[in-house]
């Protein structure tokens, strides 16, 4: 049995040490594995220490892209070169502990395609984020038909059949463990205490993790269409009642009437227009993306062993 851990790295320059050391005394006891570490466009000398590291460690196979395209489009790429019997995914930075990648073998070993990390504790986390996550999953699981587990990233273990099924799929808007739970298969999870970051700063500004959830919820769901239509048919009662009162007053009562209400109604009837097309648009740009077809990813080089000491890299047309 071959395992493949596939990683992605966005200048983690002093992360990179640590995650090798802890990845090398966990695996060995699995049996075979390989370690595929995708480069996402690091600028900080990340690359250059992962070749050094490729130079001394044939079981590390290294991707680096021609850019930063992203940690869902790096973790596909990962996917997309592993080859072992079963793939696990997690982070770089060692909020995902490489100890508890055994717990999730022996998971699959006992039948399961997929074994998701289930994070019973988040250290290290602030308030407001650990808040924001917790209602997104919650609007997640209510707007969607597929059952997303709550407290889960992307940490988790795929079986073979599972991981090509993940790779065949080619949408650009990916939300990796929306789609995990939306293929199928056996799954089940394993409860770990997530730790706080090795070092550094998270990548995942409130910006990207607004993309995130933006991709998880209009990738499985059609609700805010839905929810817009119904506010549509809401406004229009709304208005029918107020022409109704005003056509009332205006037979009853012989008081001049004011603009508050009609500046009201006007008002909150642009913004619900606006707000409408924003939200169709949202749908519309993404099918405008996805026509394109224009790839998730490019590779710039691939290493798999560095024999020099310089530690040059392989070519990628060359590698094997």
Known sequence: ???????????????????????????????????????????????????????????????????????????????????????????????????????????????????????????????????????????????????IPANVGDFRLLSRRAADALVAMPERARFLRGMTSWIGFRQTGVAYEREARYAGKSKYSLKKLARLATDGIMSFSTAPVRLVTMLGF???????????????????????????SVIGVVLLLGGVQLLSLGVIGQYIARIFEETKQRPLYIIDEIVEQVSSATAEPIDAATAV
């Open 1 to 147: 049995m071959l395992l493949s851990v596939v990683a992605p790295v966005y200048n983690e320059l002093d992360s990179v040490d640590e995650l090798h050391a802890r990845l090398s005394e966990t695996l060995p006891v699995l049996g075979e594995y390989e370690i595929v570490l995708v480069d996402d466009g690091s600028t900080d000398g990340t690359w250059q220490k992962l070749l050094i590291h490729a130079s001394r460690d044939p079981h590390l196979h290294l991707i680096r892209l021609s850019r930063n395209f992203g940690h869902q489009a790096a973790l596909s790429a990962g996917l997309a070169a592993a080859r072992g019997e079963a793939v696990v995914l997690m982070d770089a930075d060692l909020q995902d502990p490489p100890e508890v990648i055994p717990h999730l073998v022996s998971k699959w070993r006992d039948g399961f395609d997929v074994v998701y990390a289930v994070r019973a504790s988040r250290d290290g986390e602030h308030a407001w984020r650990l808040f924001a996550i917790a209602t997104f999953y919650r609007l997640l699981r209510r707007m969607t038909s597929t059952d």
């Open 234 to 260: 809401v406004l229009v009662v709304f208005c029918i009642v107020v022409l109704g009162w005003s056509l009332w007053q205006r037979f009853t009562s012989h008081a001049p009437q004011g603009w508050t």
